[in-house]
């Protein structure tokens, strides 16, 4: 950071703990950036004319005689058209040697949208993906985070979601990602030639962790530039916000606040609510679709970041194993998407409710024919039925690797269905049934 | 003159102030930060210094900053003109707000005070009036918006004089009372209240006695909510209750419906909003936004702000309650609020309670449930606040602080289950463990057996036994084997699933079944019962659940055609053949 003209300067540190620092000093703001022997430090508490400083690299080597210099205002970005196609670090800085970006700095985290200015999501997002299109469908202005186990290929997933899109840009919120993840979706994008569309703001793990809460608000108000200010349907990814709440806790731990559940801080409801709430869908015409990921520990998702996080996104998407096939899949059971009645059915063949339902209802009879199979009860001729369509529907459908549109992904779905039921046991409405048997 | 302060700490939305004279808790104040003024609340005071929560964002605040204290509680503004807002939290007209962004310290006027209303007066001079009773009235969409003494005035008082039929402003005045020393007071038809205290402009507040539909059958079929009754929803994320709220306010039996977004999705105000106006209210085929208004403090609005959205809705549907109408209030989710309660308690550091919840969650929640209720007013008329939370329980684990809180202060109880929700058998209610206590009340259960017909409540009663019976048997199956019970367990278990797919489960997302009025519901459920009292004879447990499943089939194929059709009637005779044609007896 350079410094400029009529800056406050200080150079006496009152107390120093493991993340902040305090020091005397008038008229300042609550928020405001400061640097702390040339470290970045932000406002957080004001008791008269003592002033607590977060420093997001940690106060290793600060000594009482540090200089503090106070910037006058909070974080900004600069914003520009020239953001596309370029690598940031959690700062707005541009790494690799890249020059600063021309343009409006503006104040990250800034207001919200007036609810009543929204406009109701209504564009599908197709993805290929069946476990998605077909029975989760995501829509523009829509925020959901995958829950995945860190074994599991989410990031591979969100990079062919993201490349999948269509959208105008691709902004990526990296946080405390490895260096190698980093690499992957950076080759990914190049690959496919989409680096050009592509923003990324980066925490790595070779990075501080109190950093990373910088990230979220970084990309968030790069995509309010391009979705607001030039009508752009923007995607932001945001992996992984479980580092995110860690960094939030440890904060919140420093400053000697009372932890609530799993030691998060008391506000991680309304501290990821105001990330996620980004989300919109614009009257311009533009659009903020939000894609994260909440790594969960064995699955629990009782635990506080996925719990709160379920509460605020727009539903959820499972990766797991089929044990069957072999082959992960979107779990029918425990995914959702909240905002697919927009737009299935509607934006999708009418039949595309109907027959999402009945395949999930056949799936869950496998799974209890495969628990009586298990406790070593006979299976019905129905029972056998089912576990044969639960085979052909996780590998043709729910896999991952599945690219199709959704009219083949229907059409498989009848194929299935009448391969191994009768049009009794499908439960649709009967004029779908006529229409679409096959 | 006002008492003004000094701002001196600061943490987040929590900002200290040394005052210069008297201040009272909850008091309302202004701190100017460059020219824009904050709004905040006193929420403790010791010695000179006061704590109060900023509804707005800190961001930039200095030590220093000049307070004004404004001498007042936070308030509503109460008048004609508020039916079909979407306000926020501190009752700001969100619809005039021309900027896509919520800047802070940018508020607005909560009704048009530029407005002509036609005024009919049904006060006469002479008359003894006192807080609440009606002066006279303007047509509100088409409500008789009354027109009443304010609320704020104490004691009794005498008539001077009405203004004549005609057309007037809000701020017009509508009456001259004089009370007891002869001193005049000036009645508008604008009134201020403040939220945290309750209106009691009225004789008395008997117990509940009629039931109110929703038009879902696990609610009115199984356990019905009260007119005046309290009721919450709690359940896990992805259980469905937004959905659930959402189809309640569609189709409740009610006047006006208030709709508060209390630290939920933006998406799922919006979609209130660009779908009420369109939809159709089927009571009195008028448009549900005619009715509705919608008090929203999303999830990323400020999070001190959450609390005032509940108590404003709250004391706006109290407002309407004083008219004699019959308000329903839907609150999602009160589990935010608590939570608001908590942050700022964590900032203050005051002792925890259970979950970091302040001690006094428990008391909060149920003071704020006991607001609603059904009141007989002074003039013989009767109005009701009907009052439904939702609660977002920390893991969908029930035995949380709000839930248990809440539990304590509700009496209809609608948990909403993970495990259902999970085998898409909507609405996710559970059968078992929610209960209403309404169907203890005497004067509901008479009310029921005369409204549906004699014997009604024991039907409930009988339909929930045997569901219980049916989930016994299931278990029975399931370690036993399909073989290893004797087929009355199947025809059992499927008896119990038959109540559940055709009763229980309902489609909020189909045209037809989504709202199911009582007299259908009244038909299906006798049917479902016969069903349910007749045996049948089956070859194996195969048979079995082939019968049903066809049954099942038929049954859902009623619920999704239109009542009385021939559609409808086509497939009641498919029941009907179908169970002629395995029946042996009644039981």
């Known amino acids: 950071m350079e410094t400029k003209a009529f800056q406050k300067i200080y150079t006496k540190i009152d107390n120093i703990t493991k993340a902040t620092v305090t020091v005397r000093a008038s008229d300042i703001g609550i928020d405001e950036l400061a640097t702390v022997n040339g470290r970045l430090a932000q406002v957080v508490r004001i008791d008269g004319s003592e002033i607590t400083l977060q420093v997001f690299s940690g106060t290793e080597g600060i000594s009482t005689s540090s200089e503090v210099i106070f910037q006058g205002e909070p974080p900004k970005l600069k914003v520009g058209d020239d953001l596309a196609g370029r690598i940031f670090n959690a700062y707005g800085e541009p790494l690799f040697g890249s020059k600063e970006v021309v343009g409006e700095a503006r104040e990250i985290g800034g207001p919200t949208i007036n609810p009543y200015k929204r406009l109701q999501p209504s564009e599908f997002i197709p993805t290929g993906i069946a476990g998605i299109d077909l029975n989760n469908a995501l829509v ?165 970041v996925p719990d709160n996080t379920g509460y605020i996104t727009e539903g959820q998407l499972f990766l797991r194993k089929d044990s069957d096939t072999g082959k992960v899949i979107v779990d029918p059971f425990r995914s959702l998407s909240r905002l697919k009645q927009l737009v299935i059915g509607k934006k999708t063949r009418e039949d595309h409710p109907q027959v999402m339902n009945a395949a999930v209802r056949l799936f869950a009879d496998a799974a209890s024919a495969k628990t009586k199979l298990e406790n070593g009860f006979d299976l019905t001729d129905y029972d056998e039925r089912t576990l044969k369509f639960a085979f052909d529907y996780s590998n043709d459908l729910l896999s991952i690797d599945v690219n199709i549109d959704v009219t083949q992904m229907l059409d498989t779905a009848w194929a299935l269905f009448s391969k191994y039921f009768k049009k009794s046991e499908v439960a649709i409405k009967e004029e779908l049934v006529n229409k679409y048997w096959k | 003159m006002k008492t003004t302060g000094r701002v001196v700490g600061i943490t987040s939305n929590l900002v200290t102030v040394k005052v210069d004279g008297a201040v009272s808790q909850n008091e309302i104040c202004y701190i100017t930060l460059d020219g824009v003024k904050l709004m905040s609340e006193v929420i403790k005071v010791s010695g000179d210094m006061a704590s109060v929560q900023v509804f707005e964002s800190t961001r930039g605040l200095k030590a220093g900053c000049l307070v004004e204290f404004e001498g007042h509680q936070l308030e509503v503004t109460l008048a004609p003109g508020i039916m079909s807002r979407i306000y926020d939290g501190l009752q700001n007209d969100l ?188 009571h009195t085929g008028r448009k549900l936004m005619e009715r509705t208004i919608i008090v929203c403090n999303t ?116 948990a909403l289950s993970q495990a259902r929700a999970d085998s898409k058998r909507y609405p996710a209610i559970d059968p078992l463990e929610s209960y209403s206590k309404y169907l203890e009340y005497p004067e509901i259960q008479n009310h029921l057996n005369s409204f549906f017909e004699e014997g009604w409540v024991e039907n409930i009663t009988y339909a929930k036994t045997l569901f219980l019976r049916g989930k016994e048997a299931f278990e029975q199956i399931n370690i036993l084997g399909d073989d290893g019970v004797p087929i009355e367990y199947h025809d059992r278990f499927w008896k119990s699933e038959l109540i559940d797919f055709v009763i229980l489960q309902q489609d909020s997302f189909d045209k037809i079944d989504s709202n199911c009025p009582v007299d259908r519901q009244k038909f299906m459920f006798n049917a479902v019962l016969d069903v349910c009292r007749a045996s049948f004879t089956h070859k194996d447990f195969e048979d079995c659940t082939q019968f049903y499943k066809q049954m099942i089939n038929d049954f859902r194929q009623m619920n999704y055609s239109e009542y009385n059709s021939t559609e409808y009637s086509k497939y009641l005779s498919d029941v009907n053949e179908l169970v002629a044609s395995r029946k042996v007896t009644d039981l």
């Open chain 1, 140 to 304: 523009s202005g829509q925020k959901i985070p995958f829950f995945a186990d860190p074994d599991q290929p989410y990031n591979q997933v969100m990079a062919n979601v993201a490349l999948r899109a269509k959208a105008d840009k691709i902004i990526l919120g990296g946080m405390g990602i490895t260096n190698d993840d980093f690499l992957y979706f950076k080759n990914v994008f190049e690959n496919a030639g989409a680096l050009e569309r592509i923003v990324f703001f980066v925490n790595t793990t070779e990075n501080p962790p109190v950093e990373r809460l910088l990230v979220p608000d970084m990309a968030l108000t790069a995509a309010e530039y391009f979705a607001v200010d030039k009508n752009e349907k923007v995607l932001v990814l945001l992996t992984d916000m479980t580092l995110y709440a860690d960094a939030l806790a440890i904060v919140s731990n420093r400053m000697d606040q009372i932890p609530s559940k799993d030691s998060m801080p008391g506000s991680l409801y309304s501290d990821l609510a105001k990330i996620y709430e980004k989300a919109v869908q614009l009257p311009g015409g533009g659009s903020i679709t939000i894609v994260a990921v909440t790594t969960l520990s064995g699955g629990d998702i009782t635990h506080a």
């Open chain 2, 95 to 282: 619809q005039k707000l021309d900027t896509l962004f919520l800047e802070r310290g940018i508020y607005n006027a909560p009704i048009d005070y530029d407005h002509i209303w036609d005024f009919t007066p049904t006060a006469n001079e002479g008359d003894r009036v006192v807080a609440g009773d009606w002066i006279g009235s303007v047509k509100e969409n088409f409500l008789d918006h009354k027109i009443m003494v304010p609320f704020k005035l104490k004691g009794s008082y005498k008539v001077k004089s009405v203004a004549a039929e005609g057309r007037y402003k809000v701020t017009d005045t509508m009456a001259t009372l004089i009370d007891d020393k002869g001193v005049e007071h000036i009645v508008t038809m604008v009134q201020k209240w403040p939220v945290k205290e309750a209106v009691v402009a009225y004789k008395e507040k008997p117990r509940p006695f009629k039931t109110m539909e929703t038009g879902l059958r696990a609610i009115d079929t199984f356990n019905p909510i009260a007119e005046g009754g309290t009721g919450f929803i709690p359940g896990p994320f992805g259980a469905g209750k937004t959905v659930l709220q959402h189809a309640i306010s569609k189709q409740a039996e009610a006047d006006v419906i208030l709709i508060v977004a209390c630290g939920e999705r933006a998406n799922e105000v919006v979609e209130t909003f660009v779908e009420f106006p369109e939809l159709d209210d089927p």
């Open chain 2, 299 to 414: 999830s990323n609005m400020p999070v001190a702000a959450r609390e005032a959205s509940v108590y404003a809705g709250m004391a706006i549907g109290e407002y309407y309650r004083a008219m004699g109408l019959k308000v329903l209030i839907l609150a999602d989710s009160t589990s935010r609020w608590a939570q608001a309660l908590r942050e700022m308690s964590n900032r203050m550091e005051e002792l925890p309670g259970p979950d970091g919840f302040p001690m006094d969650i428990s008391a909060i929640i149920s003071s704020f449930y006991a607001r609603a209720g059904y009141v007989k007013l002074n003039n013989g008329s009767t109005g009701s606040v009907t009052f439904i939370g939702t609660v977002s329980p920390a893991g969908g684990n029930l035995k949380e602080p709000v839930t248990e809180s809440t539990k304590k202060a509700a009496r209809c109880f609608y």
